[in-house]
């Protein structure tokens, strides 16, 4: 069974463009956490998607959005990048997060760099 | 909202040390999970905990889920070199459904 595949694994982008993440959860997986993780950092929370919907979102400002398809793979979007959005961003994926009894696998991450 | 006190934030062991490290909120969760990320991977699930007073293993790994819902702990028999890492511990409560993360604790192994 393959895990949770996030792409690209590295980007560079400078400051003010705009940068599209990608999340394949794990077959059968309808709910996709995105999270923040700065260096030495924690895990900030940026939104989950289930089933196409957004159910909850972080303290991150409108500039850091997300989507979900009906295949349950989900992108998130960054535009007017800026030097402090530098970052690995994981995505977690699990069957249902509002169910009990749930788990959440990661993917490696992507880690983006803005210059 | 629902916070997360993980301790210790770092601990310097020997090899062969046993090591334990713990979660306490003021709030109740359903499910505790523990993790463990290397730099630059993600973070890998150790150990999942759904009912109160649980206590499960994983080789050198036991973690238990506190009787009154507010705590759990992860302990470390025997460290070994592959040990060192950054240990996350996650809970799902009631409210809100998204999981709540400690800040991790940054495990070293002196040579």
């Known amino acids: 069974k393959a895990g949770v595949t996030q792409t690209p694994r590295y980007l560079i982008k400078t400051r003010g463009q705009q940068v599209t993440l990608s999340c394949s959860p794990i077959?059968?997986?309808?709910?996709v956490s995105w999270y923040q993780q700065t260096p030495g950092q924690g895990l900030q929370f940026l939104f989950e998607?289930?089933?196409?919907?957004?159910?909850n979102k972080g303290n991150f400002p409108g500039r850091f959005s997300g989507r979900q398809f009906s295949n349950s793979r989900s992108e998130m979007n960054v535009s007017t990048l800026e030097l402090g959005d530098s970052a690995l961003y994981l995505c977690?994926?699990?069957?249902?997060?509002?169910?009990?009894?749930?788990?959440?696998?990661f993917g490696q991450g992507t880690r983006l760099t803005v210059v | 909202g629902q916070q997360l006190n993980q301790s210790p934030q770092s601990m310097f062991i020997q090899e062969g040390e046993d090591v334990s490290m713990n979660c306490t909120s003021s709030s109740i969760f359903n499910t505790w999970l523990w993790y463990k990320q290397e730099p630059g991977e993600g973070p890998v699930l150790l150990i999942a905990l759904y009912k109160a007073g649980e206590l499960t293993s994983n080789g050198r790994l036991t973690a238990q889920f506190g009787i009154t819902r507010k705590d759990s702990f992860l302990n470390i028999s025997a460290s070994i070199p592959s040990d060192v890492g950054i240990y996350f511990c996650a809970g799902l409560g009631d409210s809100n459904y998204q999981l709540i993360w400690g800040a991790g604790t940054k495990l070293i192994i002196k040579p």
């Open positions: 977690a994926s699990s069957f249902n997060l509002w169910q009990p009894n749930t788990e959440a696998f």
């Open positions: 998607y289930f089933s196409e919907t957004q159910r």
């Open positions: 077959s059968g997986h309808r709910s």
